[in-house]
């Protein structure tokens, strides 16, 4: 169950500068979750070349070993959240924005529902950027993950905890 005053944390450590627009084809997932959660904070420094969408005590990361912009990234965040995290509302309410991401991220992956589906996308997006997933918790001065895999159960006990350094996060 979504959470539902949520605390909205946003990174973006990528190729693209901090404060620089992204152009408009590659913002419909990252400008989808930002109108969901617009109490959007950053956290720098989880890791470089990733893109990170944190809804209360979780995260949804992704890092880029490959690609060069930052709307695959979004589109890989935004499929972990919808399908992952599901919760009957915002299903319904985000269907089309869903199947235009799903669309766009993995054609061959429409004709598939659930878990098959976002498996399809998540897979499709690894084998084309290089993209590894993880889910991430913030709590007292520590950053824990675990690994994301593209098959469902989809959550593994792989990850790891790391203390964060004091001042790391900003608002």
Known sequence: MRMLAVSALLTVLFVVAPNARAAPDESQALEVLKSDYPEAKHWPGAAERSVEFCGGDWCQQVVSVGATSTREAWDAVFV?????????????RRR????????????????????????????????????????????????????????????????????????????
């Open 96 to 171: 089309d924005a869903a199947e235009n991401i799903v669309a766009r991220s993995a054609k061959h992956c429409l004709a598939r529902s659930g878990d098959l589906r976002a498996s399809c996308v998540l897979d499709s997006l690894q084998k084309k950027f290089g993209f590894e997933y993880r889910r991430v918790q913030y709590d007292v001065g520590h950053r824990c993950h675990s690994e994301i895999a593209v098959k469902p159960p989809f959550f593994t006990k792989k990850g790891g905890c790391a203390r964060m350094e004091k001042g790391a996060f900003r608002e």
């Open 80 to 92: 972990l959240f919808y399908f992952l995290d599901p919760d009957e509302d915002y299903t319904k």
